[in-house]
């Protein structure tokens, strides 16, 4: 009798559908839309793969343009209790390669969020760059190893490059050369998707599951 009960609570739970989770984007003006309309940007795109895809996960897109890390780290921690995600993308950097900023800080920063984030109960995504050789070959490779050492020193996911595939590309890109077009914004997705895959545990629907397998 027991085993019976067992079974069918088993069942009535497997049934119920899976609580909504919120995933939170912290980045920059790469990941806020620049230039785009506002359903256009990669977020956006993320959340709607994530429905299709059967996850029970909402995207709360918290980033904002012309952020360096040491913005992001000034501003995560109310994030998080706002917004308690299960799962947090870090995709800053940008703006302080661009400025020339020390790596050591930038990695110090990315560090601080990353670990902040988990403390909160996220597991975390860091969202990697990099640079236009013309900033040389001493910081641009320092600051593209930032982010992998960082993964590697907090146990978090990495995706090494944010706009892989397409960064030498100038047709993806607005005219300003920096931000990617609505057209490049899949493509991003694209990247964030192998990484984050493994992060996001069961599927809302199983047969929408069935349909990614």
Known sequence: MKKVLFSMLCMVFAALPLQAQTLLVVGDSLSAGYGLRQHEAWPVLLGQKLAQAGYAHSVVNASTSGDTT????????AALAAHKPAIVILALGANDGLRGLPVKSMRDNIESMTRRAQAAGARVLIAGMQLPPNYGPDYTQKFAAAFSEVATSTRSALLPFLLDGFATDPRSFLPDGIHPVAGAQSRIVDNIWTPL????????????????R
């Open 70 to 77: 040491a913005n992001g780290l000034s501003r995560i921690d």
């Open 197 to 212: 895959k493994p992060l996001l545990g069961k599927v809302a629907d199983s047969a929408s599951a069935a349909r990614q």
